[in-house]
């Protein structure tokens, strides 16, 4: 089995910023992309940021220039380095990891985190 833990969120000032981290565990030969969604109040779940296995990046236009996803493979972890935050950047934020287990290392499975709630008010 593989299980995603997220970590870092909380409560912050508008134009503060917060570090998100995701780190996967279990039996893992591989990880391809790794993902950030968001999900606010009444809201649909939105892409925020994803990164492939070798670096590359997509980004959500409402956060373009804040915000930054980067991974560490050796430790199957992503972060989202979040700055000048605003309010409607509340959410909760999940983790998805696209995973080739060791058990079945051709087959490709999709593992979400539980979530960590963002907070941005004054």
């Known amino acids: 089995q593989v299980q995603l833990v997220e970590s870092g969120g909380g409560l912050v000032q508008p134009g503060g910023s917060l570090r998100l981290s995701c780190a996967a565990s279990?039996?893992?030969?591989?990880?391809?992309?790794m993902t950030w969604y968001r999900q606010a109040p009444g809201k649909g779940r939105e892409l925020v940021a994803a990164?492939?296995?070798?670096?590359?990046?997509n980004y959500a236009d409402s956060v373009k220039g804040r915000f930054t996803i980067s991974r560490d493979n050796a430790r199957n972890t992503v972060y989202l380095q979040m700055n000048s935050l605003k309010p409607e950047d509340t959410a909760v934020y999940y983790c998805?990891?696209?995973?080739?287990?060791?058990?079945?290392?051709?087959?490709?499975?999709?593992?979400w985190g539980q979530g960590t709630q963002v907070t941005v008010s004054s």
């Open positions: 998805n990891a696209r995973v080739l287990p060791s058990y079945s290392p051709r087959n490709e499975y999709d593992y």
């Open positions: 279990g039996t893992i030969f591989r990880i391809n992309d």
């Open positions: 990164i492939t296995s070798g670096g590359s990046t």
